[in-house]
């Protein structure tokens, strides 16, 4: 991938919102993301950082014009990636860093090529509408990688919370597969079960069970031995569905679900299906909000 940093032309004016400033030795990361006349911030210290750069919709000469233009959080609320009203190009700002511009990405192709950002912020990869990816970017060391086996018959399924690998299906026998950032083949698994998350030993992953999206059930499966548990019910409150589904750096699993008001994230267990409530947002009263971790689109993200 050719990267060039470009002199930050982003003034970061932080509006008070009220509240005591979090303590010193807590780090300002982004709470989430909010689009109201432009792209804001809202810091975990009740700051909002204006991104008047950012675009908001796709313009006239894009493939679809008018839709809603990719604006992504990484899962640490260290980095934030969005589209530039001056030129169109993919960027990525950390709170107080550089801009970096990726040229691999442009708005022209919005609602036909779709960003994902791993945890901490130093991988993105495209799904397309083709089917198949797009652009697999290793920004740690500013590369562009070709697709695996040189075959566009890949689908991304997610990353490992540690960023380190890769969960994808496809290639020439529709397996899941196990790469790593430089896109070599860890392990090829020996089940044909769609796979959504992976967990920090590169092995165990979640499989949601059922239709999204009302899927309130799920299983585990041993990628290497291709053995799968059985069912388990996630007892989710009464009207709330398994919109998001991941593992913490720790192999909990962990849940996200739309509420009436909101958003709530929960632990899982694993065996019997019984949630433990961890934190609940409540939604904004803006066109758009995006939290960390969000893929390009999310139940909870436009208001209805």
Do not use: C
Request: aromatic share 8%; glycine share 10%.
């Amino acid at each position: 991938m050719r990267l060039r940093t470009v002199l930050a032309t982003l003034l970061l004016t932080a509006v008070p919102l009220g509240g005591q400033p979090a303590a010193a030795a807590t780090p300002v990361t982004i709470a989430y993301a909010q689009r109201t006349q432009t792209w804001e911030l809202v810091l975990t210290n009740g700051e909002v950082v204006k991104v008047p750069e950012a675009l908001a919709v796709a313009p006239r000469d894009a493939v679809n014009p008018g839709a809603r233009a990719a604006f992504l959080v990484s899962g640490d609320g260290r980095h934030f990636f969005y589209f530039r009203k001056s030129d169109g190009r993919f960027a990525e700002r950390t709170l107080h860093g550089k801009e970096r511009v990726i040229r691999d990405l442009t708005v022209a192709t919005t609602g036909e090529e779709w960003p994902s950002v791993s945890y901490d912020g130093g991988f993105v990869v495209t799904g397309t509408s083709a089917p198949g990816l797009g652009a697999l970017l290793d920004l740690r060391k500013g590369k562009s990688l070709p697709l695996p086996g040189k075959t566009d018959t890949w689908n991304f399924a997610g990353f490992s919370p540690d960023g380190e690998r890769l969960l994808m299906q496809g290639g020439e026998d529709g397996r899941m597969t196990v790469f790593d950032r430089g896109l070599r083949t860890r392990l090829r698994s020996k089940t044909r079960l769609w796979a959504t998350a992976l967990a920090n030993d590169y092995v165990t992953a979640a499989v949601g069970v059922g239709s999204w999206p009302d899927s309130r059930k799920l299983r585990l499966v041993d990628l290497r031995t291709g053995k799968a548990s059985g069912t388990v019910t996630v007892r989710l409150p009464r009207g709330q569905h398994v919109d998001d589904l991941d593992f913490d750096k720790a192999g909990r699993l962990i849940v996200r679900s739309k509420t009436t008001t909101g958003v709530a994230v929960y632990r899982l267990s694993k065996t019997t299906g019984t949630v433990t409530p961890l934190r609940t947002m409540v939604r904004p009263d803006v066109k758009v909000w995006v939290l960390p971790g969000d893929d390009a689109y999310e139940p909870w993200a436009e208001k209805k």
